[in-house]
């Protein structure tokens, strides 16, 4: 199970942290890729950002990259996505995703790589 939680309401340019906690035995004893993923209403699920167990390697949506970081907590189920300089086009409900899989910078942004996802958490920035 992977419960996520930070999401609410902040003005645009603000900031807000995510964190993901995977619980269950076989998720936390597994998980080799966490990630996160968004959907805006009336649009597709689309990635945001991945990390890596093994090598600890992050990848991003360009639309992100410079402004949100995703980070790993010292134990092997808890991802955290810090989100910073929002702009209202971030405004989605916000889903962290567990794989079993050690996911290359493409295949981590592939939905179907994931077979563990999040309830969501929602994140809406006003402009």
């Known amino acids: 199970q992977l419960v996520e939680s930070g999401g609410g309401l902040v003005q645009a340019g603000g900031s807000l942290r995510l964190s993901c906690l995977a619980s269950?035995?076989?998720?936390?004893?597994?998980?080799?890729?966490m990630g996160w993923f968004r959907q805006a209403p009336g649009k597709e699920r689309e990635f945001v950002a991945a990390i890596s167990w093994s090598v600890g390697s992050t990848y991003y949506a360009d639309s992100v990259k410079g402004r949100f970081t995703i980070s790993r907590g010292n134990a092997k189920n808890t991802v955290y996505l810090q989100m910073n300089s929002l702009k209202p086009e971030d405004t989605a409900v916000y889903y962290c995703?567990?794989?079993?899989?050690?996911?290359?910078?493409?295949?981590?942004?592939?939905?179907?790589?994931?077979?563990?996802w999040g309830q969501g958490t929602q994140v809406t920035v006003s402009s």
């Open positions: 269950g035995r076989t998720l936390s004893s597994s998980t080799t890729t």
């Open positions: 995703a567990a794989s079993v899989l050690s996911l290359g910078i493409t295949t981590a942004q592939a939905k179907i790589s994931y077979g563990y």
